[in-house]
Structure formats: structure tokens, C-alpha cells
């Protein structure tokens, strides 16, 4: 892999690490929608696609009669498929650098104030008249807490309620910082100063690479 490919490839993920780490490295915990979440993970992974499956599934045809103008057709279908997959999705939230048992008593807050019925049934919590119905998953990795829909009859307006309501809570809670931010962050950092290193020391790659992107 050459350097300006490297660059595509890894530079977007690398930064997103980065973000991640400096999340997870506050003392107070970030909440995002699932729409949300889904476009910044496809932002990230866009640059592996591009050299990924893009090039090598380049539609000859299509890239003889449009040439460089090919890679909007690419780009519009990637985007295309990302919409699809979050309009297909259930709600969910994200909540990063947050432990579940500190989530669970903020969400809890939150969820009774919208919905005085709401119910507990171990991870999974009910607001009947809300129509909510999530379950929270743990995803250790990331330090998120994702609050998953059960089924699909949910209220679009009830999860935009708990979300405005959760939020408030979380702006209330204060959190111990995790080790793994330290190390997303590190990691991203030593992503982008490797490819920097590589670009210093070879920049005519990167005007070679560009030009040969935009010649399929």
C-alpha cells in the first residue's frame, strides 16, 4: 500500500479514534443518537472503502464513460447505503465514557419523568405510555452503553423525548475517567503521526496517488 492510500485508508479512522479517546477522557459522559453514531462510523470506515472495495469493484464501463466523474457516482452510492442502513435501524442512543450501572440510575431518572409506569425488568426498560421499549447493551471496547429498541413498535417522538430528558440527567452526572481512553487516543496519535511521518518523507506519493485515484 502506497502512502497516499495509507492516508485515505487510515487517516479518517485514525482521527476518529482520536475523538473517541478525548470522549472517553472527560469527566462527563457525551450522548448521541444512533443516526448520529452511524454517520460518524461511516465517515470513518469511508477511506477503507474507497481503496477497499471501490477499486477493485470499479465499474470499468462506467469509469471509461465518466471518467474521474466516476468516483461522485461511488460516493453518491456509498452514502445511498449508509442512509439505508440507518433508516432501517431501530431508535437507539449511544452513550459513551459511562458505565451501565451509572447510566442505569440516570436513565431511570430520565425515563420517569416522561413515563411514571416505567418498568425495569433486568437490563431492559419499558415506558408503555412513552411507547419506549430498549434494552442496554455494554460494549466495553468503545466505553459506550448503547440503549437498543426491543421491537418494532416504537415512538419516534417518545425516544426524542427520553433523549432530551436523559440528557439532562447525564448533564448532572459526573464520571470517573477510563484507561481505554488513554489508549484510543494513543493509538489514534500514533496512527496520524505515522502517516505524517510517511507524507514528510515522501510527499511526491501523495499528488502520484491522487492523480491515479482520479484516472480510474
Not at 52 to 58: A, K, N, Y
Not at 179 to 206: N, S
Request: proline fraction near 6%.
Amino acid at each position: 500500500m502506497d502512502t497516499f492510500s495509507a492516508c485515505l485508508a487510515f487517516g479518517p479512522l485514525a482521527i476518529y479514534l482520536s475523538l473517541l479517546g478525548i470522549v472517553n477522557l472527560s469527566h462527563r459522559p457525551l450522548l448521541i443518537s444512533g443516526t448520529r453514531e452511524s454517520l460518524s462510523l461511516g465517515l470513518a470506515l469511508m477511506g477503507l472503502a474507497i481503496v477497499g472495495p471501490m477499486q477493485l469493484f470499479m465499474p470499468q464501463e462506467a469509469a471509461a464513460r465518466f471518467g474521474q466523474y466516476v468516483w461522485l457516482l461511488l460516493f453518491g452510492f456509498y452514502v445511498l447505503c449508509l442512509t439505508l442502513i440507518i433508516m432501517l435501524s431501530r431508535p437507539r442512543l449511544i452513550v459513551y465514557n459511562i458505565s451501565p450501572d451509572e447510566l442505569k440510575v440516570a436513565l431511570d431518572a430520565a425515563a420517569r419523568r416522561i413515563d411514571a409506569d416505567a418498568v425495569w425488568v433486568g437490563r431492559t426498560l419499558s415506558l408503555p405510555l412513552a411507547r419506549v421499549h430498549l434494552h442496554v447493551e455494554n460494549f466495553p471496547p468503545l466505553g459506550n452503553v448503547a440503549l437498543l429498541a426491543t421491537t418494532d413498535d416504537q415512538s419516534v417522538a417518545g425516544w426524542k423525548r427520553l433523549e432530551a430528558s436523559l440528557r439532562e440527567s447525564l448533564a448532572e452526572t459526573s464520571v470517573t475517567v477510563q484507561p481505554h481512553g488513554f489508549w484510543m487516543l494513543l493509538c489514534g496519535m500514533l496512527m496520524l503521526a505515522a502517516l505524517a511521518f510517511w507524507v514528510v518523507d515522501d510527499p511526491q506519493t501523495i499528488a502520484q496517488g491522487l492523480e491515479r485515484l482520479l484516472r480510474p
